[in-house]
Every structure is written in structure tokens, then in C-alpha cells.
């Protein structure tokens, strides 16, 4: 029977055996925390098909992708709310919706601000303080009965404290927050599965330095809905919302309708994107980057599936 990776450590992991944590190597693959592999004498020879994928280009100049956790339900993209940055949410919103997984913004730290805002595009907001134990309560519902999630973020905005808190003990080692700046310190150095006593699992991940995407352009319509929606409205199909007659997109940002920063963040996300399709389309063997009809419909049939759902749970 096929085991599941709980925890990534480099060189080595640690894979769930019949609910028995047992060391394992690779060999001839690359496991994921999430994925679910076939052992055979303490190494992992085979990796199943994964569902969902939470990817992003490898730090460094070679274009690699790094996958970063599989077969993943729920995406919480992790912000501390005295520090919400828009264009860095819509980065990490961008990834969880390349993954497949349904995406929500978890705002952190709700306890040290007077205000939280949450005007979000692209994702439900869950508003939380784990001194308070404000919002705990909606995540544990979003991971039940047996789904599994992951927390995607950059370092010190209070990831693992979260993760303890939800499973009412401490399993992961935080620090305290810096006097000086009033920001977390960075303290996850590894990905690693935990089961949570409400049901369902988390993934807690080392913070990261560069979220840099990988391959996925159609997922900024998940993110950025509202230009896409405008888009749709300009005179002409290939509008570039520079010059041309009859933008829909101009004219919402002369009206003041659509903020500027972030058509600025979209068109951003965009060039990154199509630069690293181009890069993966001219090495030989490389598979060709998703585009077209099909996938754009896939992901809008992910967003109305997501919405559909959460309907379905309130009732």
C-alpha cells in the first residue's frame, strides 16, 4: 500500500507507515511532503500521481521547478495582519491558485491591530490571533473531515504559532517577535505534515525568501477576476490596455474603479509568467506551457466549484 511523506528533511524524509513515522531515501525520484510513494527496503522508489501541486521556481539563475507540497486540499496563504502587503498576497494567491487547491487568506495577529483590513480579491479571508484563539475555529472547519492543508507565507508572520495552536500543543518552535521591528522571526527549516485533533492535516513550510512562480499563467484569472472580467469588455480580443480604442481596462482606471497598483501587479505577473513559459518552451523535451481555451476554462470551473462548495458548507 502506498505511504504518505510527512516531513522533508534534504537528504532524508519521514514517511507514514500504517501511522508509523519511518525514515526513508529516494531513489530514482523527488517526493514531496503530501505525496503518496511506494517503499521498498527503506527507500522511496515511487511517487503516485499527485492531484494538486504547490510549486515555484527554484531559487537560483537555472529555471527548476521546486515543488513545495502535493495532493494538498486548501492553500492558506499566510499574512500578519499589522503587515498586509496586497501585490506580495496577490504573488502567493497566484501560486495557490497554479496548484489546484482552493486558496483563503489567513490574516495573522489579528490581536495587535485595531482594524483588519480585508477587501481581498481571489479568496475567502479568515482574520485570526493565536493569543485570542479568534478564527482557529474556521480553519479547523475548512480542514474537516480529513483534508489536508498547507501554510504558504513569508518568514515571521506567525505560521508555526498558528499550527500549535490548532493542535493544541507545541509541536513546532517559534521564537519571539523582534523587539526592534515588532516582525516574527524566521524558524521553520523544514516542510513537515501534522495531523490535527479537529481532524483533517496542515503542512507548515519554511518561510519563504523568493516566491517566485513557475508555470500557470491562466491562474492570475482566479487572482485578478476583476481585470479579467474588464478585459472581456474591450473593442478588440488582443486589447493590450495601452493604446487602443474602447478599453474597458483604461477606462476603469481613469475612473478610478481599478487601482492602479494593481492592474501594475497583474501585467507584472503577467510578464513573469509568459518569460518563464517561453524559457520552458525553448529547452528541448520540455513539455509545452499551459495556455489556451481549455486550461482558462479549467480554472474558472475550480473557482465556481470553490464557491459552490463553500455555499454549500454555510448552509
Known amino acids: 500500500m502506498p505511504s504518505r511523506v510527512i516531513a522533508d ?10 501511522g508509523i513515522p519511518r525514515r526513508a531515501t529516494p531513489r530514482g525520484c523527488d517526493p514531496a511532503v503530501g505525496d503518496w510513494v511506494v517503499l521498498e527496503d527503506g527507500r522511496i522508489v515511487e511517487v503516485q500521481a499527485r492531484r494538486t501541486v504547490i510549486s515555484r521556481r527554484a531559487a537560483g539563475e537555472v529555471d527548476r521547478e521546486q515543488v513545495l507540497a502535493a495532493n494538498v486540499d486548501v492553500v492558506f496563504v ?26 483563503v487568506v489567513v ?37 474537516r473531515p480529513s483534508k489536508t492543508g498547507v501554510f504558504l507565507g513569508p518568514s515571521g508572520v506567525g505560521k508555526s504559532t498558528l499550527i500549535n495552536r490548532l493542535a493544541g500543543e507545541d509541536l513546532m518552535a517559534t521564537r519571539e517577535v523582534h523587539a526592534g521591528s515588532g516582525e516574527g522571526r524566521h524558524m521553520t527549516s ?9 481532524g483533517g492535516m496542515i503542512i507548515d513550510t519554511p518561510g519563504l525568501r523568493e516566491a517566485q512562480l513557475w508555470q500557470g499563467e491562466d491562474a492570475l484569472a482566479g487572482v485578478f477576476e476583476d481585470i479579467e472580467t474588464l478585459a472581456a ?11 487602443e480604442p474602447g478599453c474597458a481596462v483604461k477606462a476603469a482606471l481613469a475612473d478610478g474603479s481599478l487601482d492602479r497598483g494593481r492592474f501594475e501587479s497583474y501585467r507584472k505577473l503577467q510578464r513573469e ?9 525553448d529547452r528541448p523535451g520540455s513539455p509545452r506551457p499551459w495556455r489556451g481555451g481549455s486550461e482558462r476554462r479549467k480554472w474558472k470551473q475550480i473557482a465556481v466549484s ?10
Open 190 to 198: 523544514h516542510r513537515q505534515l501534522i495531523k490535527l485533533p479537529g
Open 306 to 315: 470553490n464557491r459552490a462548495r463553500e455555499r454549500y458548507l454555510r448552509r
Open 273 to 281: 509568467l509568459r518569460s518563464i513559459a517561453a524559457r520552458s518552451a
Open 233 to 243: 469588455q474591450c473593442r478588440f480580443n488582443d486589447c493590450t490596455h495601452l493604446t
Open 9 to 18: 528533511f534534504g537528504a532524508e524524509y519521514l514517511v507514514d507507515v500504517d
Open 107 to 143: 490574516l495573522t495577529k489579528a490581536d495587535l491591530v485595531e482594524a483588519v483590513q480585508t477587501s481581498f480579491a481571489a479568496a475567502p479571508v479568515i482574520v485570526t490571533s493565536s493569543v485570542t484563539g479568534q478564527g482557529v475555529a474556521a480553519i479547523e472547519e475548512a480542514l
Open 78 to 103: 499566510i499574512a500578519a495582519a499589522t503587515d498586509v502587503n496586497p501585490r506580495r498576497l496577490e504573488r502567493y494567491l497566484t501560486i495557490a491558485w497554479q496548484s489546484g487547491a482552493a486558496p
